[in-house]
């Protein structure tokens, strides 16, 4: 760890009540072919369960996946003292309430479900796409097509969204286009954790271009990191899943947890 990045965590370690929010696919697990296959690192799981431990410091997974299926790539149960921002913050699920109810809007869910049929029917013969149902959407998955199947995925998907959806937003990811009715982004999860939280800076952590929304909003004694290698509005960089689970295990020993 270079000198600048452990004053970087020296200083938002001081902080009374820290959040530390983290992205998952890519920060936590590595990238998997198939999206429900992905699961934390160990060291990555011991360093996040080291910090729900430490004082004043509370853990929160943001995501782009469902709710649902962020529960079950992330092990999470409900006794767990993990809060969880799914669908891009969307969705939340604070630990010993449950899942915040989110109101149904019946014509926005047959809109979803009509032209999720409608992508999954235009992709249909397409080697390597897969098309993931979302809770306010859906993404189209090209992560083993190669580059002309993957263009025509997402060609394909614009038209369809843009034909009769042109409100929507869309997301680009690693391999993944998203489509969505509902248009909360990380920064919005980041800011409605801080409430919830009542926390006085936040350590957000993140590799993709959606992570950039919830970076660019962190304040003055907030920290931003990127795991990987691309641009990035984060103050600090870390090579891999490896060393971000040794950076989250320092701030764990900052926070005053000990290994034991």
Do not use: C
């Not at 990238?31 to 996040?48: C, H, N, S, T, Y």
């Not at 409608?118 to 306010?136: D, H, L, Q, Y």
């Not at 919830?214 to 990127?226: E, F, K, N």
């Amino acid at each position: 760890m270079s000198p600048e990045t452990a004053a970087a965590l020296t200083a938002v370690a001081r902080a009374p009540r820290l959040l530390v929010a983290l992205d998952f696919d890519g920060t936590l697990s590595p990238l998997e072919d198939e999206p429900m296959q992905a699961r934390m690192l160990p060291a990555a799981r011991a360093a996040v369960e080291a910090l729900t431990k430490a004082p004043g410091t509370v853990v929160a997974l943001v995501s782009g996946r469902s709710l649902h299926d962020l529960r079950e790539i992330a092990e999470h149960h409900d006794d767990s003292a993990v809060y969880l921002a799914g669908s891009h913050g969307a969705e939340v699920w604070v630990p010993g309430s449950g899942p915040v109810e989110v109101a149904d809007d019946a014509e926005h869910l047959a809109l979803r479900d009509r032209l999720r049929a409608r992508a999954e029917e235009a992709t249909s013969g397409m080697s390597g796409v897969w098309i993931e149902p979302k809770t306010f959407g859906f993404g189209v998955h090209t992560r083993t097509a190669d580059a002309a199947t993957a263009a025509a995925a997402n060609a394909a998907a614009d038209r369809i969204v843009t034909a009769e959806a042109p409100h929507w937003r869309r997301r680009t990811g690693h391999n993944i286009v998203e489509y969505a009715f509902r248009h909360e982004g990380k920064d919005t999860a980041v800011a409605e954790l801080r409430e919830l939280t009542a926390a006085d800076a936040v350590l957000f952590a993140g590799d993709d271009v959606t992570d950039e929304d919830a970076l660019r909003s962190l304040g003055p004694g907030d920290l931003g990191v990127h795991v990987g290698d691309r641009e990035t509005a984060a103050a600090v960089r870390v090579a891999d899943i490896p060393a971000f689970a040794d950076l989250l295990m320092t701030l764990a020993d900052e926070r005053g947890h000990r290994r034991e």
